[in-house]
């Protein structure tokens, strides 16, 4: 049912006011910059450009699964192309990465208009099903791209300093902290739309929507386009962390299973739930990865996956409101 | 490409279905009939063939017999499963397809990590007579561990169709599908129905593990490439369809054959998918779904 | 689970060294710590776990001997889950906050890939573990590979298309999984062969994971090749061997094989037995009479031990002498300079010789080896499917390079697998 009415209340505090949302980003971003100066530990750059990568990817698929109620199993293809868009681009033209970040998103857009008009005629699993196929074609098609490698991937030339930010990692950090804070932003503003409240009125029952007069298709488009933006846009700078891209770490399902296991553990119902699961989730998997290792990482996520699906229906935030 | 191999393209392709068939049929019932968001099937199918495995190595069993012997405990798994599943998520509301997507990869993640503990990381498999081997049909040579694999599909599915039209529970399965409450109207208990249903998906899985060690070693991480394939035939056949099911999987290991025949193989999985997505254009509800 | 691994793997490999050898000086002192990444779950799992366990044996051995240095060894790793995307976040923890003095590259070409570059930032020294040319475009200096690959293609994959053309076989056909590895030895194979003015009359990627070979197997035989190069990994490797065993790939062919991962490990040749009889295929070490380098024999005895116990591959014949080789390079490093830091030990590496389990061998430009020691093998009189019999002389011929050749290669292909 739509918790529209109990938001307010629920997450007391958070709710009111743009103004109050901006000063919070802004803090966000601030503390990022901050950090690049004085936190002399690399590491510590490097898990949070993945758990900040994640908040943009969990944010994203709630626009079109939590609040649209289309559950996309193909995060992975989003993210991968915004990645090797931009470095086919980056490999042409050597492009500032702000440039690459807006390619990637526009190439995810596209693709996410695309799946958005399939939601036309296919519902539920139907629609799951569809966004794996067009996630193992797009791979196919990219398997077969050699200028950017195919299947051995390929490796990529950046600097390693930076002059504001000491090194490019760093930079990379302050940039995926910025597109949390406008991913977060979006969800936020599409909750509390008229658009928003369309996409709910669709994820509550799309034909009675549609008798009402709601423009389901169109709505249901702008809301992928959105999502597959945000995805293609967390994904440019994937290359550039990693020196290196191959469809093996681009496609891989750990994107698709966490892009929608994080919006459920936090919470589909508000913008803050994706982050809450992201933060968590993310955090869990990198802390797990530098200390007890080996196969346990696997089975930590799927603990949390199923120990939060049992115990926290609907996710942190419905606890947090009991 | 020219006929005769394109002929044994397709033949290569019906027996590569036929072992398609034999993973994807539990999981039109479970999840094409029942709606379970099963992610954790192919899952279930790799601890059916570890446990031929195990049987093997204790007992010397053939290890088809050994999956058959095995669907008794997975009957009872399946009921389990489902009496969980329902009690979490079914009865709790809107969110449970959702949810239940993300508890069965989260069972599917706990299972691999299980076989990884129990059976370590290597390729593990079984011997059998007829692994190896090829029946000769006229110039074609038919690989043995594939007809066995498609064989057993085939009988697969004709019990479970039988089970479906002749029994009581196998038509109540197929009323819940369509309609719950009017099967509760008339006397049966839905969720009984359904978990008896689900044991049956179930049981099915451990002869589906056994078939896919026959064809080949396994390993606890192969799981995942099949997830991708059993749901694309479960939804391409349409929702509780099993005889579709059996189609669809021929249909996918066909055009996967020609495709790896033909001069540009490296394309095959676009084609098999692409197949999908352009069903789903025409007939949104699958080739043979309600 | 792993942790008890651990500790029954430590308490056998200490109950066989102490036999042999008399614990000298117990080492003292801040340890020295070595750091990496190795892929214990994923797809090369089957790899990174063998690597791993050699690399832990050295540790126990230079201990036994008194350390590094006088100082103990230790080594700090995390599983990579054979991805390139989690192994940048590791090495850098590895760096910044667990301060390793040394680091060895985690398994895997691509999930070494972002690793090079970041070494290079950071100065370290780097041990690369059977990553193909990895150096090439980068040209660090203070990068090492213990593996027999050398800097130029032609040793390897080149060999297995250097072999048929010596043997005047003309038609080649080249089929390789469409993945990271595979696809790399397809492109050499292909360079190698046009260089020799050989015909490629078939030439096709298959999708990494494919099931069953028997449509990819006809459309080679209908081709007519004298020798088909495929690169192929573990699972399809037991496909493509079934498939040829059951429907075959025609009269025609002389050579098969060349770039077949999995051959080269315990379970695989378990389960497929006499399947693999005639297939010629890439190793780095077999136990024949050309390759008895010094030591060799003693470690793989004392790594089955400890491979039974941890449950992993217990021939050992590919990874693991030369992650254990990579420990002895280090120790007489440090033993000749007297230090610990990247920049002496890389000087010293560049320049001296070394005398390891793999024989004896410098690292050239690159960090490759200056003279390549890759063989091909063919699989001659496999019996049953016990894989004690790989221990033996002659069930892995070397046919290729004609300087440690052990035996004569048998064709054509299908003749000789009976």
């Known amino acids: ?322 | 490409m020219d006929l005769e191999l394109l002929l044994d393209a397709t033949v290569a392709g019906l027996l590569l279905g036929g072992f398609y068939a034999a993973l994807s049929i539990g999981l039109a019932i479970a999840f094409g009939l029942l709606d379970v968001p099963h992610i954790a099937h192919p899952a279930f199918a790799l601890v059916g063939a570890y446990g031929a495995i195990t049987l093997q190595g204790m007992f010397g069993l053939d290890p088809v017999l050994a999956g058959v012997i095995l669907a008794a405990p997975f009957y009872l798994l399946g009921v389990a499963t489902y009496r969980f599943y329902h009690a979490t998520f079914e009865s709790r509301g809107s969110d449970a397809g959702l949810r239940g997507l993300a508890f069965f990869f989260g069972v599917a993640f706990i299972l691999e990590v299980g076989l990884i503990l129990v059976f370590g990381i290597d390729q593990v498999g079984v011997r059998a007579p007829y692994i190896g081997q090829a029946l000769w049909l006229g110039e074609m040579r038919l690989p043995m561990r594939l007809l066995v694999a498609g064989g057993c599909a085939l009988l697969m599915a004709a019990l479970l169709i039988l089970w479906l039209k002749r029994s009581f529970t196998g038509r109540a399965a197929q009323a819940v599908a369509q309609d719950e409450t009017a099967l509760a109207l008339v006397g049966a208990d839905p969720v009984k129905v359904k978990q008896v249903a689900f044991g049956v998906a179930t049981a099915t899985v451990a002869v589906s593990g056994a078939l896919l060690v026959i064809v080949g070693p396994v390993e606890p991480n192969m799981a995942r490439i099949y997830i991708g394939k059993v749901f694309a035939i479960v939804v391409l056949a349409g929702l509780g369809s099993v005889p579709g099911t059996v189609f669809a999987a021929m249909i996918l290991g066909v055009s996967e054959s020609i495709m790896l025949s033909g001069p540009a193989a490296s394309w095959t999985p676009a084609v098999a998918f692409g197949l999908l997505l352009a069903v789903l254009a025409f007939r949104p509800q699958g080739l043979f779904g309600r | 689970m792993t942790i008890h691994r651990r500790t029954l793997l430590a308490a056998t490999t200490a109950a066989t060294l102490t036999s042999p050898l008399v614990a000298r000086s117990q080492p003292a002192g801040a340890p020295i710590r070595i750091g990496f990444s190795i892929a214990q779950t994923g797809t090369l799992a089957a790899g990174g776990r063998p690597s791993l366990l050699a690399r832990q044996m050295w540790a126990q051995d230079v201990n036994a001997r008194g350390g590094l240095l006088g100082r103990p060894v230790e080594l700090v790793f995390y599983d990579d889950q054979t991805s390139a995307a989690q192994s940048p976040g590791i090495y850098a923890k590895l760096l910044d906050v667990d301060r390793v003095d040394l680091i060895y590259g985690p398994y895997g070409t691509p999930v070494q890939a972002p690793i090079l570059p970041l070494a290079r930032q950071r100065g370290k020294l780097l041990f690369g573990n059977f990553s193909f040319r990895a150096n090439e475009e980068l040209r660090y200096e203070r990068y090492f590979h213990v593996a027999p690959f050398g800097a130029t293609p032609d040793a390897w994959p080149g060999a297995f298309v250097k072999l048929a053309h010596r043997n005047n076989f003309r038609r080649l056909a080249i089929v390789t999984a469409d993945a990271a590895g595979t696809v790399a030895l397809g492109a050499v194979a292909r360079e190698t062969a046009r260089g020799l003015g050989m015909e490629i009359v078939y030439d096709q990627r298959y999708p990494f994971n494919t099931v069953d070979f028997s449509a990819v197997l006809r459309a080679i035989r209908s081709a007519r090749p004298d020798a088909v190069y495929v690169g192929s990994f573990p699972n399809e490797t037991a496909g493509i061997v079934r498939g040829v065993g059951e429907i075959g790939v025609g009269n025609t062919v002389q050579l098969f094989g060349g770039g077949m991962v999995g051959l080269q490990f315990a379970p695989l040749l378990e389960q497929l037995g006499e399947a693999v009889n005639g297939i010629t295929n890439f190793q780095t070490y077999v136990p024949e009479p050309t390759m008895d380098f010094p030591g060799i024999r003693e470690f793989l005895a004392r790594y089955a031990t400890a491979a039974r116990a941890a449950n992993v591959d217990v021939l050992g014949f590919y990874l693991a002498p030369f992650n254990y080789a990579m420990g002895q390079v280090i120790e007489q490093a440090v033993r000749a300079t007297g230090r610990i830091d990247d920049e002496s030990l890389s000087r010293h590496m560049r320049e001296a010789t070394f005398d390891t389990v793999v024989g004896r061998f410098a690292f050239g430009p690159t960090g490759e080896w200056r003279e390549p020691r890759m063989v091909q093998v063919q699989f001659q009189g496999v019996r049953g499917t016990d894989v004690e019999q790989f221990r033996q002389a002659g069930r892995q011929v070397i046919v290729e390079p004609e300087g440690l050749a052990s035996g004569q290669l048998r064709t054509p292909f299908e003749r000789s697998r009976r």
């Open chain 1, 1 to 322: 049912m739509s918790d529209l009415a109990l938001r307010p209340a629920a997450v007391g505090g958070l709710s009111s006011g743009w103004s109050r949302f901006w000063i919070g980003a802004a803090a966000v971003v601030a503390l990022a910059w901050a950090s690049t100066a004085f936190v002399a530990n690399e590491y510590a750059f490097f898990a949070t450009f993945v758990i900040l990568q994640f908040v943009v990817l969990a944010t994203a698929w709630n626009i079109l699964g939590g609040h649209c109620g289309y559950v996309n199993f193909g995060t992975g293809a989003f993210l991968a192309l915004g990645a090797y868009v931009a470095v086919a681009l980056h490999k042409a033209f050597d492009l500032p990465v702000i440039a690459l970040v807006f390619a990637g998103a526009a190439a995810s857009a596209l693709l996410g208009a695309f799946v958005g008009l399939l939601t036309l005629r296919l519902r539920g699993i139907y629609f799951a099903i569809a966004t794996l196929a067009i996630t193992v074609v797009v791979e196919t098609a990219v398997l077969n791209w050699d200028y950017v490698g195919g299947a051995r991937g390929i490796t990529v030339i950046r600097p390693h300093e930076d002059a504001v930010f000491g090194t490019y990692n760093r930079m990379l950090v302050v940039l995926m902290a910025a597109m949390a804070v406008a991913a977060v932003a979006a969800a936020r503003w599409v909750e509390r739309s008229a658009f928003g409240r369309g996409l709910a009125a669709i994820r509550d029952g799309e034909d009675a929507a549609e008798a009402c007069g709601v423009p389901t298709l169109r709505l249901k488009v702008a809301a992928a386009t959105l999502s597959g933006a945000l995805m293609g846009a967390a994904g440019a700078p994937l290359p550039l962390y990693m020196n290196f891209i191959d469809p093996h770490s681009a496609f891989g399902m750990n994107y698709a299973v966490s892009a929608l296991a994080m919006p459920m553990i936090g919470g589909t119902s508000h913008w803050i739930g994706p982050v809450i699961g992201a933060v968590l989730l993310g955090g869990a998997q990198q802390a797990v990865t530098v200390t007890i290792s080996s196969e346990i990482n696997v089975l930590v996520t799927g603990l949390l996956l199923v120990g939060f699906v049992v115990a926290a229906p609907k996710g942190i935030l419905g606890l947090l409101k009991r």
